[in-house]
């Protein structure tokens, strides 16, 4: 264990960009055995050899700012697949409007009949069935 300690001592390690470059070059690997292109095998190896020397890298400075690049882009996606994902998990007791000043997503219960909906971002009142 203290050889690895040792070993890894000044390196950068994981992050959260080698992790998605592992995961796509796992995916990718996946895809080509059924679609049999040479190809992506070598794109996979390529994704998963880059990931192995950003973990191995010295270059602290630079790796942390290709992952900070990386989250930039990154999280505005994930935050619209959590939101999407609640939406979806919602459907059942919640009906989902868009506000026609703003366009602002608002959530309101189903079953109430028709409510007048106040749009807390802008103001705007309008009517809607739930």
């Known amino acids: 264990m203290n050889f690895l300690r040792n070993f890894m001592a000044g390196r950068y390690g994981p992050d959260h960009l080698n992790t998605a470059l592992?995961?796509?070059?796992?995916?990718?690997?996946?895809?080509?055995?059924?679609?049999?292109?040479?190809?992506?095998?070598?794109?996979?190896?390529?994704?998963?050899?880059?990931?192995?020397?950003?973990?191995?890298?010295?270059?602290?400075?630079?790796?942390r700012a290709e992952n900070d690049k990386f989250l930039r882009y990154w999280w505005p996606v994930k935050q619209n697949f959590k939101k999407m994902y609640a939406n979806i998990?919602?459907?059942?007791?919640?009906?989902?409007?868009?506000?026609?000043?703003?366009?602002?997503?608002?959530?309101?219960?189903r079953g109430k009949g028709k409510m007048q909906i106040t749009c807390p971002k802008c103001g705007e009142r309008f009517t809607k069935k739930t």
């Open 22 to 63: 592992i995961i796509a070059g796992l995916i990718i690997s996946l895809i080509s055995r059924f679609a049999i292109l040479n190809l992506l095998v070598y794109v996979s190896y390529l994704l998963l050899i880059l990931a192995v020397f950003r973990m191995l890298s010295r270059n602290i400075p630079k790796r």
């Open 89 to 109: 998990k919602d459907r059942k007791t919640h009906k989902f409007f868009k506000c026609p000043s703003c366009g602002n997503l608002l959530r309101v219960p």
